[in-house]
Every structure is written in structure tokens, then in C-alpha cells.
């Protein structure tokens, strides 16, 4: 999956016309995966189960050494609404995340399953929930007996 879409990329840099669409729907039919070859994808990039059910808007960045759980959606917020994710390196995705409209996920943020994220997270922030929002710990010292 992830090599279709590197010669799609590569070819499409190039400017040849109609082959990286065409290596695009490929990707869609064997791996229901919606990867665009106009999308900057990082090194290390992991599609969980091939990409089974993610879409990719045709603008976004995603950094290196992501991992992006099945049935993702990386997506604007619709028509004549400008703008799409930019996800930054070492970032995870939970299970059937959405990332919606002109945000930035920051460097190692974490995102739960099912979550819908509609602004900016935070680098090293863990998120969840409908709209995500930011979860922290207090972590206790614990004192030596």
C-alpha cells in the first residue's frame, strides 16, 4: 500500500499527468485506502491493517514515524472551507480518529479512538472524546519507606 502510494508521490512531483490517479483508485480498490499522491507523507509512516478504511484530504502533511489506526479520517471541514491537517512527527492515532478542518497536531500527541479533533493539539498532549479534548495525570512522587 504504502510503496503504491510512494511511486504515486514520486510521479506526482514529476508532473506526469494521469498515473499517480490512477495508482490512487489502485491503492482505493486493493486496500481501501483513500491516499492521494498530492499528500506529504513522513518516513516510517505506519497505516494500520494496510490503511483499511482511511481518508487522507488531498492537502495534509503527516510527519514521520506516525501511526494511524484503521478507519482514520484526515479531513477538511467541507466545501469553501480552507485548510487541512498538518500532523507532526511521532504522533498516534487511535481506531476511527477523526482530524477535521485547518489544525496542527503536535510532536508526539496522542489521539484516542474515536475521537474528534477540531483544533490545535499540543505537542505530547493525549486527547479523546466528541469534540477531543485534552486528558492529564497527576503523577505523585511516591516517597521512599
Excluded at 481518508?55 to 514515524?65: F, L, P, T
Excluded at 476511527?96 to 505530547?124: F, H, K
Amino acid at each position: 500500500m504504502i510503496y503504491i502510494y510512494r511511486l504515486a508521490h514520486l510521479l506526482f512531483r514529476l508532473r506526469i499527468p494521469v498515473l499517480p490517479w490512477i495508482l490512487k483508485i489502485t491503492n482505493r480498490i486493493l486496500f481501501s485506502v483513500s491516499l492521494p499522491p498530492s499528500v506529504e507523507v513522513g518516513k516510517n509512516v505506519t497505516f494500520g491493517y494496510q490503511g483499511l478504511g482511511i481518508v487522507v484530504h488531498k492537502n495534509a502533511r503527516i510527519g514521520s514515524n506516525v501511526i494511524i489506526s484503521p478507519n482514520v479520517v484526515i479531513g477538511g471541514k467541507g466545501r469553501g472551507k480552507p485548510g487541512a491537517p498538518v500532523i507532526e512527527d511521532d504522533v498516534v492515532i487511535g481506531a476511527g480518529a477523526c482530524i477535521l478542518g485547518n489544525v496542527r497536531i503536535g510532536r508526539g500527541a496522542v489521539i484516542g479512538a474515536n475521537s474528534v479533533v477540531l483544533t490545535d493539539i499540543e505537542p505530547q498532549a493525549t486527547v479523546v472524546g466528541i469534540p477531543a479534548r485534552s486528558v492529564t495525570q497527576k503523577v505523585e512522587s511516591v516517597s521512599s519507606l
